[in-house]
T-cell receptor, first 115, second 116 residues
Framework: NAGVTQTPKFQVLKTGQSMTLQCAQD?????MYWYRQDPGMGLRLIYY???????DKGEVPNGYNVSRLNKREFSLRLESAAPSQTSVYFC??????????????FGSGTQLSVL | AQKVTQAQTEISVVEKEDVTLDCVYE???????LFWYKQPPSGELVFLIR??????QNEISGRYSWNFQKSTSSFNFTITASQVVDSAVYFC?????????????FGQGTILTVHP
Protein backbone atom coordinates (compact mmCIF):
# COMPACT_ATOMS: atom_id res chain seq x y z
CA ASN A 1 0.00 0.00 0.00
CA ALA A 2 1.39 3.39 -1.01
CA GLY A 3 -0.40 5.48 1.65
CA VAL A 4 0.88 9.07 1.47
CA THR A 5 3.48 9.79 -1.21
CA GLN A 6 5.59 12.92 -1.24
CA THR A 7 7.95 14.20 -3.91
CA PRO A 8 10.75 15.13 -4.02
CA LYS A 9 12.59 13.57 -1.08
CA PHE A 10 15.42 16.09 -1.18
CA GLN A 11 15.70 19.56 -2.67
CA VAL A 12 18.24 22.37 -2.55
CA LEU A 13 17.12 25.85 -3.55
CA LYS A 14 18.75 29.23 -3.79
CA THR A 15 17.15 32.14 -1.99
CA GLY A 16 14.36 33.55 -4.13
CA GLN A 17 13.72 30.42 -6.15
CA SER A 18 10.30 28.83 -6.20
CA MET A 19 9.21 25.23 -6.01
CA THR A 20 6.23 23.00 -5.37
CA LEU A 21 6.14 20.02 -3.06
CA GLN A 22 3.75 17.35 -4.22
CA CYS A 23 1.67 15.06 -2.05
CA ALA A 24 -0.82 12.35 -2.94
CA GLN A 25 -2.74 9.84 -0.85
CA ASP A 26 -4.55 6.73 -2.00
CA UNK A 27 -6.59 6.04 1.12
CA UNK A 28 -9.64 8.08 0.07
CA UNK A 29 -9.03 10.44 2.97
CA UNK A 30 -10.92 13.71 3.13
CA UNK A 31 -8.44 15.84 5.06
CA MET A 32 -4.83 16.62 4.21
CA TYR A 33 -2.12 18.61 5.97
CA TRP A 34 1.33 20.10 5.51
CA TYR A 35 3.70 20.23 8.48
CA ARG A 36 7.25 21.40 8.85
CA GLN A 37 9.69 19.85 11.30
CA ASP A 38 12.50 21.90 12.79
CA PRO A 39 15.02 20.79 15.44
CA GLY A 40 13.73 21.33 18.96
CA MET A 41 10.33 22.53 17.75
CA GLY A 42 8.45 19.39 16.89
CA LEU A 43 6.05 19.57 13.96
CA ARG A 44 4.12 22.71 13.15
CA LEU A 45 1.11 22.94 10.90
CA ILE A 46 1.54 25.10 7.80
CA TYR A 47 -1.75 24.63 5.96
CA TYR A 48 -4.53 22.11 5.94
CA UNK A 49 -7.40 21.09 3.73
CA UNK A 50 -10.40 19.77 5.60
CA UNK A 51 -12.00 18.52 2.41
CA UNK A 52 -11.66 18.76 -1.34
CA UNK A 53 -12.04 22.36 -2.43
CA UNK A 54 -11.12 23.97 0.89
CA UNK A 55 -7.83 25.12 2.36
CA ASP A 56 -6.99 27.00 5.55
CA LYS A 57 -3.97 28.42 7.30
CA GLY A 58 -2.34 26.62 10.14
CA GLU A 59 0.20 27.81 12.67
CA VAL A 60 3.00 28.97 10.32
CA PRO A 61 1.54 29.80 6.86
CA ASN A 62 3.68 32.81 5.90
CA GLY A 63 5.71 32.27 2.74
CA TYR A 64 3.64 29.31 1.57
CA ASN A 65 0.65 28.60 -0.62
CA VAL A 66 -1.29 25.41 -1.13
CA SER A 67 -3.58 23.82 -3.66
CA ARG A 68 -5.99 20.96 -3.08
CA LEU A 69 -5.99 19.75 -6.66
CA ASN A 70 -8.49 16.96 -6.05
CA LYS A 71 -9.31 14.57 -3.24
CA ARG A 72 -6.00 12.74 -3.65
CA GLU A 73 -3.53 15.58 -4.10
CA PHE A 74 -2.43 18.50 -1.94
CA SER A 75 0.55 20.58 -3.02
CA LEU A 76 2.66 23.11 -1.12
CA ARG A 77 4.32 25.98 -2.98
CA LEU A 78 7.17 28.22 -1.94
CA GLU A 79 6.98 31.29 -4.17
CA SER A 80 10.26 32.89 -3.09
CA ALA A 81 12.29 30.58 -0.89
CA ALA A 82 14.11 31.95 2.14
CA PRO A 83 16.77 30.32 4.34
CA SER A 84 14.22 30.28 7.19
CA GLN A 85 12.25 27.76 5.15
CA THR A 86 15.03 25.20 5.41
CA SER A 87 13.22 22.33 7.09
CA VAL A 88 11.79 18.87 6.68
CA TYR A 89 8.29 18.97 5.27
CA PHE A 90 5.68 16.33 5.92
CA CYS A 91 2.39 15.79 4.23
CA UNK A 92 -0.29 13.93 6.18
CA UNK A 93 -3.87 12.84 5.78
CA UNK A 94 -6.78 11.72 7.91
CA UNK A 95 -10.05 10.10 7.04
CA UNK A 96 -12.11 12.94 8.42
CA UNK A 97 -11.66 16.62 9.21
CA UNK A 98 -12.46 15.88 12.83
CA UNK A 99 -8.83 15.31 13.64
CA UNK A 100 -9.49 15.31 17.35
CA UNK A 101 -9.91 11.56 17.30
CA UNK A 102 -8.29 10.60 14.04
CA UNK A 103 -4.69 9.54 13.68
CA UNK A 104 -2.52 11.10 11.01
CA UNK A 105 -0.95 9.11 8.21
CA PHE A 106 2.33 10.72 7.19
CA GLY A 107 4.39 10.76 4.04
CA SER A 108 8.12 10.08 4.23
CA GLY A 109 9.08 13.74 4.21
CA THR A 110 10.93 16.22 2.00
CA GLN A 111 14.24 17.60 3.20
CA LEU A 112 14.53 21.15 1.84
CA SER A 113 17.60 23.35 2.09
CA VAL A 114 17.52 26.99 1.05
CA LEU A 115 20.93 28.53 0.53
CA ALA B 1 -3.85 27.57 24.25
CA GLN B 2 -2.79 23.99 23.93
CA LYS B 3 0.81 23.06 24.62
CA VAL B 4 2.85 19.89 24.84
CA THR B 5 6.20 19.70 26.59
CA GLN B 6 8.69 16.89 26.27
CA ALA B 7 11.41 18.00 28.63
CA GLN B 8 13.84 15.23 27.70
CA THR B 9 15.63 16.29 24.53
CA GLU B 10 17.79 13.18 24.31
CA ILE B 11 17.95 9.89 26.18
CA SER B 12 20.64 7.27 25.81
CA VAL B 13 20.27 3.75 27.21
CA VAL B 14 21.86 0.37 26.82
CA GLU B 15 19.84 -2.45 25.32
CA LYS B 16 17.47 -4.21 27.74
CA GLU B 17 17.17 -1.19 29.99
CA ASP B 18 13.72 0.21 30.66
CA VAL B 19 13.18 3.82 29.61
CA THR B 20 10.39 6.32 30.22
CA LEU B 21 9.68 9.27 27.95
CA ASP B 22 7.87 12.11 29.66
CA CYS B 23 5.06 14.18 28.19
CA VAL B 24 3.24 17.03 29.93
CA TYR B 25 0.38 18.86 28.28
CA GLU B 26 -1.73 21.96 28.79
CA UNK B 27 -5.29 22.42 27.64
CA UNK B 28 -8.47 24.17 28.73
CA UNK B 29 -10.70 21.63 27.06
CA UNK B 30 -12.35 18.83 28.97
CA UNK B 31 -12.41 16.67 25.84
CA UNK B 32 -9.09 16.10 24.17
CA UNK B 33 -6.93 13.40 22.67
CA LEU B 34 -3.32 12.49 23.28
CA PHE B 35 -1.06 10.72 20.84
CA TRP B 36 2.40 9.26 20.59
CA TYR B 37 4.22 9.03 17.27
CA LYS B 38 7.55 7.38 16.49
CA GLN B 39 10.01 8.71 13.90
CA PRO B 40 12.69 6.10 13.14
CA PRO B 41 15.93 7.04 11.34
CA SER B 42 14.20 6.44 8.00
CA GLY B 43 12.20 9.61 8.67
CA GLU B 44 8.54 8.70 8.43
CA LEU B 45 6.23 9.22 11.40
CA VAL B 46 4.40 6.22 12.72
CA PHE B 47 1.32 6.33 14.92
CA LEU B 48 1.71 4.45 18.22
CA ILE B 49 -1.28 5.24 20.40
CA ARG B 50 -4.27 7.52 20.90
CA UNK B 51 -5.94 8.23 24.23
CA UNK B 52 -9.04 10.32 24.96
CA UNK B 53 -9.36 12.48 28.04
CA UNK B 54 -12.06 10.33 29.59
CA UNK B 55 -10.07 7.14 29.59
CA UNK B 56 -7.31 7.11 32.17
CA GLN B 57 -6.67 3.42 31.97
CA ASN B 58 -3.06 2.60 31.36
CA GLU B 59 -2.35 0.70 28.19
CA ILE B 60 0.18 -1.96 27.42
CA SER B 61 1.16 -3.18 24.00
CA GLY B 62 4.00 -5.67 24.08
CA ARG B 63 7.06 -3.87 25.45
CA TYR B 64 5.30 -0.49 25.24
CA SER B 65 3.14 0.98 27.97
CA TRP B 66 1.52 4.34 28.52
CA ASN B 67 0.61 6.04 31.77
CA PHE B 68 -2.05 8.75 31.52
CA GLN B 69 -2.61 10.89 34.62
CA LYS B 70 -5.01 13.81 34.34
CA SER B 71 -4.10 15.01 37.82
CA THR B 72 -0.59 15.83 36.64
CA SER B 73 -1.47 16.43 32.96
CA SER B 74 0.98 13.79 31.90
CA PHE B 75 0.99 11.03 29.33
CA ASN B 76 4.24 9.15 29.76
CA PHE B 77 5.55 6.37 27.56
CA THR B 78 7.64 3.47 28.85
CA ILE B 79 9.61 0.98 26.80
CA THR B 80 10.50 -2.15 28.71
CA ALA B 81 13.63 -4.09 27.83
CA SER B 82 14.62 -1.61 25.13
CA GLN B 83 16.06 -2.78 21.83
CA VAL B 84 18.27 -1.11 19.25
CA VAL B 85 15.26 -0.93 16.90
CA ASP B 86 13.57 1.37 19.41
CA SER B 87 16.08 4.09 18.54
CA ALA B 88 14.02 6.93 17.14
CA VAL B 89 12.55 10.32 17.84
CA TYR B 90 9.32 10.08 19.79
CA PHE B 91 6.67 12.78 19.67
CA CYS B 92 3.79 13.34 22.04
CA UNK B 93 0.85 15.31 20.60
CA UNK B 94 -2.44 16.82 21.74
CA UNK B 95 -5.70 17.54 19.95
CA UNK B 96 -8.59 19.47 21.44
CA UNK B 97 -12.11 18.46 20.46
CA UNK B 98 -13.29 22.08 20.47
CA UNK B 99 -10.91 23.16 17.71
CA UNK B 100 -12.76 23.51 14.42
CA UNK B 101 -10.28 21.49 12.46
CA UNK B 102 -8.76 19.47 15.27
CA UNK B 103 -5.35 21.13 15.38
CA UNK B 104 -2.69 18.70 16.51
CA UNK B 105 0.01 20.24 18.69
CA PHE B 106 3.27 18.32 18.91
CA GLY B 107 5.88 18.35 21.60
CA GLN B 108 9.49 19.03 20.73
CA GLY B 109 10.33 15.35 20.51
CA THR B 110 12.68 13.09 22.47
CA ILE B 111 15.59 11.45 20.71
CA LEU B 112 16.04 7.94 22.08
CA THR B 113 19.25 6.08 21.36
CA VAL B 114 19.52 2.46 22.40
CA HIS B 115 23.06 1.13 22.36
CA PRO B 116 23.80 -2.57 21.89
Amino acid sequence: NAGVTQTPKFQVLKTGQSMTLQCAQDMNHNSMYWYRQDPGMGLRLIYYSASEGTTDKGEVPNGYNVSRLNKREFSLRLESAAPSQTSVYFCASTRDRSLAAEKLFFGSGTQLSVL
Amino acid sequence: AQKVTQAQTEISVVEKEDVTLDCVYETRDTTYYLFWYKQPPSGELVFLIRRNSFDEQNEISGRYSWNFQKSTSSFNFTITASQVVDSAVYFCALSEASTSYGKLTFGQGTILTVHP
